[in-house]
T-cell receptor
Framework: DAKTTQPPSMDCAEGRAANLPCNHS???????VYWYRQIHSQGPQYIIH???NNETNEMASLIITEDRKSSTLILPHATLRDTAVYYC?????????????FGKGTKLSVIP | DTAVSQTPKYLVTQMGNDKSIKCEQN?????MYWYKQDSKKFLKIMFS???????INETVPNRFSPKSPDKAHLNLHINSLELGDSAVYFC???????????FGPGTRLTVT
């Protein structure tokens, strides 16, 4: 699986868009980009995933660059409840066990 | 309705004891997982299990064993507890073939 690199921490003002970057320069053609988050003292929560097209759901948008070497998770209007650790995970659709491998993630602090 | 539930939420026990953590999912998923989050907040896969296949992370001691009475339940049994087993244990479920997983609230295990 491709390795991912994320900044260790970021701040965002409440109500503004939070843009969380992820670098996955060694990603291969079959690998999807998944985003999860973990709010303090809770289990991880699935947010969104994509292969090469941009994706949007009720929680966030995922922008993947054309070369697929990086992506950005966008929370359009961050609230205090979005304060969490955000994990970018790259996995092959044919990997078999479908286990998730979590890195250190980005700790997002939404500031009032 | 809670999608993935775990009991107990907190578990304090002494070294050498045997304990179990229960997990139930009502999402109709065919695969369940156990993850361990240590004091440094690293989240690591321990097991993935469906009715056909158990995949064990090679770093997991054989004192840990998953037990599945049916497709909706995957319990974690731990023998001869050690201080280093203290962590938060998360159960998750998903559909085989997909990395979208749903996590329980976690069980904080403290071994004294």
């Amino acid at each position: 699986d491709a390795k991912t690199t994320q900044p260790p921490s970021m701040d965002c003002a409440e109500g503004r868009a939070a843009n969380l970057p992820c670098n996955h320069s060694t990603i291969s053609g079959n690998e999807y980009v998944y985003w999860y988050r973990q709010i303090h003292s809770q289990g991880p929560q699935y947010i969104i995933h994509g292969l090469k097209n941009n994706e949007t759901n009720e929680m966030a948008s995922l922008i993947i660059t054309e070369d697929r070497k990086s992506s950005t998770l966008i929370l359009p209007h961050a609230t205090l409840r979005d304060t969490a650790v955000y994990y970018c995970i790259v996995r092959d659709s044919g990997a078999g066990s479908y286990q998730l491998t979590f890195g250190k993630g980005t700790k997002l602090s939404v500031i009032p | 309705d809670t999608a993935v539930s775990q009991t107990p939420k907190y578990l304090v026990t002494q070294m050498g004891n045997d304990k179990s953590i229960k997990c139930e999912q009502n999402l109709g998923h065919d695969t369940m997982y156990w993850y361990k989050q240590d004091s440094k907040k690293f989240l690591k896969i321990m097991f993935s299990y469906n009715n056909k296949e158990l995949i064990i992370n090679e770093t997991v001691p054989n004192r840990f064993s998953p037990k599945s009475p049916d497709k909706a339940h995957l319990n974690l049994h731990i023998n001869s507890l050690e201080l280093g087993d203290s962590a938060v244990y998360f159960c998750a479920s998903g559909q085989r073939g997909y990395y979208e997983q749903y996590f329980g609230p976690g069980t904080r295990l403290t071994v004294t």
